[in-house]
């Protein structure tokens, strides 16, 4: 085995199956994550030598992931796409209450999409690695390449637009605003 | 507790990834992993990248750029700006001045130089370490040429004398720099004064210097006015040769008395070949042509003098008679060495190693690149006007003379085989 197979072994093979459903958790259409997928792989191929001295490489190329996968989202909520591809069913089976919840579901899942890709990038790779992937802060912080305080940030002003942005779906806040009312 | 908002998005986000987009995306990766194993390594942008990773390493690394930046930024740069505002004065200064002096050093040792002085619009004078100083007034086209250790002048009438040109290449050189020089040399002290060099590599147009390597001028950045300049010149096959521009007087006005074209007393007129035949004044010998040629040394035994040249025979008997005193047998013909009336020699050739005493002396008369002539007729006839021709002649050639002068006499005394061999040590001049 050679030094570049030793590498791949080292910093991609243990991450595969997290890369790929990184990416197609945020893009939720085949072809879309086929071209966000390849995006990444370059970006990772072009900053081999990078990743290969990083103290945390994992996180970087997962925040690599996540940051291909955004601009994608970022471009089709721009377009005004969302809605014609997103996950409404164009055939509902029967006008069953099960039927109904699905389009409700979809509905809310394009709501959220739709507030992902309104998030800025600092923010959405932020949220979308503390929140979806798990990943703790300071790891973050290495594959931004900022101190962690910034990540947390980044994270806090997230939440908060996305609070606003998704308050329909929130318990609480839809509780409080009930009683506002 | 986990923030609400992560939830939903964690919630919201998850999902199996299907199988068939999986197929695709595991293609993508078999590609990708086929590059990575066949990429060539690139040790130095992996040290690089080794050496930055390190946020300290990196903070200390940017902070030393952004100060070397700052330096040549804010010091370097202005400087050199500010250095090439003194050349582009100092070059100003020397195109619009009424007047310039200064003086060529085309050797040091022994010393060949000229002294230049120009007033415009068009007066000059030149004055050569040789004994040849010529006056130029370019509104009347008139032209005197004198010779001081013959005591005889030479006038020309809107003529170019050959020997003036190389002269007023230098002043045409000095007053037709271009305003950038080429490259800058940095700082230099002589004694309390603080210079700074800049260096041209080709010559100035309108000026030539043949072969010449490159021109670094010396320049007084308080008051922009070129010090001095150092001229190297490189010639195929040759050692390189430096000659300097010293004494440079710009604006100021120099002795009117220096472009006088009015003989001064004592000075004969002199004839050379080609010159006005109406002329009243004695006829010239044949053309003569120096031949420039590498001599042998040559040890001769002389008696210094002082005086007129006139003691010459007297002078020369006592050595003879010294020579036929001392049973040492001359192996040439007599000559005589002349710097000027209060130095000059006279003797005869003999072997390496002859030992004499006082008042006489063994003189080695060095080898080297030395202007020949070889004039018959009677030994002491129109002296004048053949050395004034003969010096013509090795200016015209592209050379100056270097040293004293020589004359080897052949022939009996009072016979009409006698002969005059002329020598005199000279450089090439640029």
């Known amino acids: ?181 | 507790m986990r923030d609400e908002i992560d939830e939903l998005l964690r919630s919201r986000t998850d999902g199996e990834l299907p199988a068939d987009v999986e197929d695709r995306l595991r293609r993508r990766l078999l590609e990708f992993r086929t590059k990575v194993e066949q990429r060539r390594p690139s040790r130095l942008r992996a040290f690089t990248y080794y050496v930055l990773s390190p946020p300290a390493t990196r903070v200390a690394v940017m902070t030393a750029v952004l100060l070397v930046g700052l330096a040549v930024g804010l010091v370097l740069l202005p400087r050199g700006s500010r250095a090439g505002q003194v050349f582009a004065a100092a070059a100003a200064q020397l195109r619009n001045s009424q007047s310039l002096e200064y003086t060529i050093v085309l050797n040091e040792q022994p010393y060949v130089g000229v002294d230049f002085s120009y007033l415009a619009p068009g007066y000059r004078r030149i004055h050569c370490s040789w004994g040849i100083e010529i006056r130029t007034d370019g509104t009347t086209g008139k032209q005197i040429v004198l010779m001081p250790a013959a005591h005889a002048y030479l006038n020309e009438s809107g003529k170019t004398v050959e020997s003036q040109s190389n002269i007023d290449d230098f002043s045409a050189q000095l007053r037709s720099l271009p305003n950038q020089a080429d490259d800058f040399l940095g700082e230099h002290w002589t004694g309390q004064q603080k210079l700074v060099g800049y260096r041209l590599s080709k010559a100035p147009p309108n000026g030539s210097i043949p072969n010449l390597k490159m021109l670094d001028m010396w320049i007084d950045p308080a008051t922009r006015e070129v010090h001095h300049v150092d001229i190297t010149v490189q010639e195929p096959g040759k050692p390189e040769h430096q000659m300097h521009i010293r004494n440079i007087f710009v604006g100021r006005t120099p002795d009117r008395a220096l472009f006088d074209l009015t003989p001064p007393a004592g000075y004969r007129p002199l004839v050379v070949p080609n010159a006005n035949s109406s002329s009243a004044l004695p006829a010239a010998p044949t053309a003569l042509r120096a031949e420039i040629r590498q001599t042998d040394e040559l040890v001769a035994v002389v008696v210094p003098m002082k005086g007129p040249y006139a003691q010459t025979a007297a002078a020369l008997s006592s050595v003879q008679a010294y020579l036929k005193l001392e049973a040492i047998t001359p192996v040439g013909p007599p000559l005589g060495r002349y710097w000027s009336e209060e130095r000059w020699e006279t003797g005869y050739p003999v072997q390496p190693g002859t030992q004499v005493e006082a008042p006489f002396q063994v003189v080695s008369l060095p080898a080297g690149l030395t202007a020949v002539v070889v004039v018959n007729g009677p030994w002491v006839k129109d002296t004048e006007a053949r050395w004034g021709a003969f010096l013509k002649s090795i200016v015209e050639q592209g050379y100056v003379p270097s040293g004293p002068t020589m004359e080897i006499w052949s022939g009996e005394d009072g016979q009409a085989t006698q002969s005059t061999e002329m020598r005199i040590p000279v450089t090439k001049a640029n």
Request: glycine share 2%.
């Open chain 1, 1 to 181: 085995m050679n030094d570049r197979q030793q590498e791949y072994q080292a910093l991609i093979a243990p991450i595969e199956d997290r890369m790929m459903r990184a990416v197609w958790r945020i893009v939720r259409d085949p072809d879309d994550t086929e071209d966000a997928f390849q995006e990444a792989l370059l970006t990772v191929w072009k900053r081999w030598d990078r990743i290969c001295a990083h103290p945390n490489p994992h996180a970087l190329v997962l925040q690599i992931c996540i940051h291909s996968a955004h601009d994608v989202l970022r471009r089709r909520v721009r377009r005004g796409r969302w809605m014609e591809a997103a996950a409404v069913p164009e055939e509902i089976p029967d006008a069953a209450a099960s039927a109904i919840q699905n389009v409700s579901a979809a509905e809310q899942n394009a709501a959220v999409f739709r507030a992902i890709g309104s998030l800025s990038k600092n923010q959405a790779r932020a949220i979308l690695m503390h929140a979806v992937e798990e990943v703790p802060y300071n790891a973050i912080a290495a594959a931004m390449d900022c101190r962690e305080s910034t990540v947390r940030k980044h994270v806090a002003r997230a939440r908060t637009k996305l609070r606003v942005l998704l308050s329909q779906l929130i318990p609480t806040v839809q509780k409080e605003e009930r009683s506002h009312a």
